[in-house]
């Protein structure tokens, strides 16, 4: 296992720490509502920040902007936004992997799932033999019951490319 530079340990915690303030600042609006909403809502974080370079930022990265492009299914563009994060995110392996996922599965390969979460989180859970491992958790409703799956990506350090995703049983 490669050691981990002061830099990247305060890249990593500075990217834990944002998590969780935005994991924060998306669970307290919805402690206080009492309905599931699809309307918009203002994040109690002012500012974000992220560094191409780290490898569980890219995957978080990748998250954001890809479940933000399914979300929006009713805009003609977001197919084509989806389509684009996976080329620019994944190994072309990886996306043959997602793709024979998606064909036999009749479901995202990349959720893992037929529908959108409502909520992610993306922390690093280790590296080793040139990969690094993200685990990723999707949050698929509000609320105290709200359904939680998780998901381990695999990504290339030289490259940053997804290499690999596999749901977490």
Excluded at 107 to 125: C, E, H, R, S
């Amino acid at each position: 296992m490669r050691k981990m530079s002061v830099r990247n340990r305060k890249t990593l915690v500075t990217a834990v720490a944002l998590t969780a303030g935005l994991t924060l600042a998306a669970v307290t609006p919805a402690l206080a509502g009492s309905g599931v909403s699809h309307a918009p809502r203002a994040a109690a974080v002012s500012s974000a920040q992220g560094d191409p370079r780290n490898v569980t930022q890219r995957v978080a990265d990748f998250y954001g902007a890809y479940i933000d492009s399914v979300w929006d299914n009713e805009d003609p563009a977001a197919a084509a936004d989806a389509k684009a994060l996976r080329a620019f995110y994944l190994s072309s392996a990886a996306q043959k992997k997602v793709a024979a996922y998606e064909e036999k599965n009749h479901a995202d390969g990349i959720l893992f799932a037929q529908n959108v979460p409502v909520k992610w989180k993306v922390v690093y859970t280790g590296s080793g033999a040139g990969h690094a491992t993200s685990r990723v958790t999707l949050t698929w409703s509000d609320g105290a019951g709200a359904q939680v799956t998780k998901i381990d990506v695999l990504s290339d350090l030289k490259t940053l490319k997804i290499t690999d995703l596999k749901p977490v049983r």
